[in-house]
């Protein structure tokens, strides 16, 4: 099982959580990790090519298919890192006790850009301390 889904370009830009294993076996961290990114920064300004936020796995109108946002698309960032550091107090992580991990990713400017930009994001709004392997 995989959660995915952050930026719409010709298809989505996903980071991929292994599920099986602690601390992305928790649903809770996986869903605050997703509500703490600001995805209209990493479409507008990390990437700046009329990429635009998605909150589905699914480009919209695919195959004809409209696809209803989640509810949190609505809410506004203050609300979404609220919601996501509740989700991590929850699953057990907070100031003296910091979700840490390691992100892989890969050589394309791109890629590294969004990895900074969301590392970033997450340290900012959660705390969280991400360690960046480019591979």
Known sequence: MVHKGWLEVEHNYENLFNTQKTPFNDIR????LNLAL???????????????????NTPPNTGGMNLKQPDYASWTLAKRIERARQLLKEAGYNRNNPLKFNLLYNTSEGHTRIAIAVSSMWKKNLGVDVVLQNQ
């Open 29 to 32: 961290v996986r869903q605050a």
């Open 38 to 56: 600001d995805k209209t920064i990493i479409s507008d300004k990390v990437l700046g090519q009329g990429q635009k936020a998605a909150y589905n």
